[in-house]
């Protein structure tokens, strides 16, 4: 796709739990370094939710930001889409709850399980149902509770993960510059063992073989997604700017999934792009899955790193093994 679609950003928010937990805190009983942690992850530390902070209220309360960012009331919105890899249930969705909380009466919802590229997934159909007509004011969100999936002694993924919520309103653009450039979404189906999470759904329901196998935690082969990552990421990016004829100059800010400070390092390299040009907050946050963009992005707009009329670069990959890359202009 690179027919622009008159999209706007309308607001973002983002809420982060309190709680912070530090690299030293795993070094205290795991066999695992704050330097280890630095060196190849890039992260320092990460928030963790309290026990009433299920991923629909960490949602709730950065949709609630983005809202009145955008100078919104609930019941303006048509749709809300959420996307979590941790959702309060397996059904209903998320996003129902959410809706409900929000009060939002006239919106349908929702959610979406693409994991770490989640919420590109759920600027992708909104912006397509914005732009077919189908619907004008959508609320998406990326927001996740990693913390109460992860092993507490696999030091492979208890160090990388941490929980976090970020939302943006989108709705119909009345400028021609204001739009999405360039949406596209990928997968490979063959990868699914690569980062997952076995049981629980129907293929291996709960029972006392599933929890001895510690098989309700999700695992993930680090390095063969690494790997992937950093030359998919790189190819992406290429094709973006490919077809809008853009350059990577062009961009004001890339944002790319927080997953590891190493793979952002290597496609800023790759693109001969200053440090500068990227959004960086995995040192803060670690990675939280769909959360990560969107709350980059809001960041950034709160920041003033980015304004009206500049372009932006998103991109995200985790589980699926799935992917996505989107082009704005604000
Ligand atoms: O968000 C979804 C997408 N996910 C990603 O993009 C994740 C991509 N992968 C990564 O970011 C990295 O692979 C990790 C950070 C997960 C791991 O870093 P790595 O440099 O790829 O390490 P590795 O998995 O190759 O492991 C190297 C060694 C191993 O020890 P041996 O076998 O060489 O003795 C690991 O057991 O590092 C060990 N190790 C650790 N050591 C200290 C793994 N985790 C830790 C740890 N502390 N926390």
Redesign the pocket.
């Known amino acids: 796709m690179n027919q622009r679609m008159p999209i706007r950003f309308a607001g973002t928010g983002a809420y982060m739990p309190d709680e912070v937990i530090t690299n030293e805190h795993?070094a205290g009983y795991?066999?695992?370094?704050d330097e280890?942690?630095q060196t190849?992850?890039g992260i320092r530390e990460r928030r963790k939710s309290t026990e009433e902070e299920y991923t629909s209220v960490l949602a709730r309360k950065a949709s609630e930001r983005a809202l009145e960012n955008a100078s919104m009331d609930p019941k303006e919105l048509d749709l809300i889409i959420c996307a979590t890899a941790t959702p309060d249930y397996l059904f209903p969705s998320t996003a129902s709850v959410i809706q409900g909380e929000l009060g939002a009466v006239n919106a349908g919802a929702f959610d979406v399980s693409a994991?770490?590229a989640g919420f590109m997934h759920a600027a992708a159909a909104a912006s397509g149902l914005i732009s077919s007509g189908i619907h004008e004011t959508v609320l998406i969100i990326g927001a996740e509770r990693l913390t109460r999936f992860i092993d507490n002694h696999e030091?492979?993924t208890v160090?990388?993960f941490g929980d976090g919520a970020g939302a943006a309103v989108l709705t119909k653009s009345k400028s021609p510059e204001q739009s999405v450039l360039y949406c596209n979404l990928g997968c490979d189906g063959t990868r699914t063992e690569d980062?997952w999470l076995p049981a629980g759904g129907s293929r291996f329901p709960a029972s006392h073989d599933t929890i001895d196998g510690r098989k309700h935690y999700m695992h993930?082969r680090?390095?063969d997604?690494?790997k992937f990552?950093v030359v998919k990421i790189i190819r992406e990016i290429e094709r973006a700017l490919e077809a809008t004829g853009l350059k990577a100059d062009d961009l004001k800010l890339v944002i790319p999934?927080q997953?590891?400070l190493r793979?952002i390092e290597s496609v800023r390299a790759k693109m001969g792009l200053p440090m500068e040009q990227f959004a960086v907050n995995i040192d803060r946050y670690g990675?939280t899955?769909a959360a990560s963009v969107p709350v980059a992005f809001d960041e950034a707009r709160r920041d003033g790193r980015v304004g009206d009329g500049d372009l932006v670069l998103m991109i995200a990959?985790?589980?699926g093994l799935t992917w996505g890359t989107m082009i704005i202009q604000l």
């Open positions: 795993f795991l066999d695992t370094s280890w942690i190849r992850t994991a770490c030091r492979g160090v990388i980062i993930m680090g390095r997604v690494y990552a999934h997953s590891n793979i990675n899955s990959l985790g589980a």
